[in-house]
């Protein structure tokens, strides 16, 4: 099978993959470029552990081509930190005991970051629904969306300082 190259923008800077024309999104990141924070969980798009932003929307990587991120912006787990310094949605998951097993934690991590750089103080629905694909087996949602709010608070103090997201 003929090999296809892909380039894009990956977590601020351009990468270019040579692949298979069938890899999806999620082999790509993880087999080709080593950014296994990306879960493979269900394969079918059901369950969110694969969730990458994609040019500012929360996507399933699995159910994604990589001929599909052609010149797209894409951001995954990886990319949410700045150096050492977590994101504040990192801090607040780590702060409000949202995280357990840790699975789905980068794919919620992905969905709550998506819902906030575009919308700072979402409602509770908004929050339930943007975390909606993503499934968690061990915290049972509450502290996720604590989480998430915490953050919001956190992101919007910083954003009316100055201090962006």
């Known amino acids: 099978m003929d090999r296809i190259v892909v380039s894009f923008i990956l977590n601020g800077d351009v990468v270019e993959v040579s692949c298979e024309p069938d890899k999806m999104l999620v082999d790509l990141l993880r087999d080709d470029l080593s950014l296994t924070g990306t879960k493979i ?34 951001e995954t787990i990886e990319g ?16 409000k005991g949202a995280i357990q097993c840790g699975f789905c934690t980068p794919g919620m991590i992905m969905s709550a970051k998506a819902l906030l ?46 201090g962006g997201k």
């Open 80 to 95: 949410v930190a700045h150096g050492r310094e977590l994101h504040p949605i990192q801090k607040a998951f780590i702060e």
């Open 41 to 74: 969980g269900c394969r079918e798009g059901e369950c969110g552990a694969c969730t990458v932003i994609m040019n500012g929307q929360a996507v399933n990587s699995c159910l994604i081509p990589a001929a599909k991120a052609v010149g797209k912006e894409i």
């Open 117 to 162: 750089d575009r919308n700072l103080t979402p409602s509770s629905d908004e929050v339930r629904e943007a975390v909606g694909g993503n499934v968690c087996r061990c915290t049972g949602y509450v502290k996720i969306e604590e989480a998430i709010n915490d953050a919001a608070s956190v992101m919007c103090e910083a954003a009316v300082r100055g």
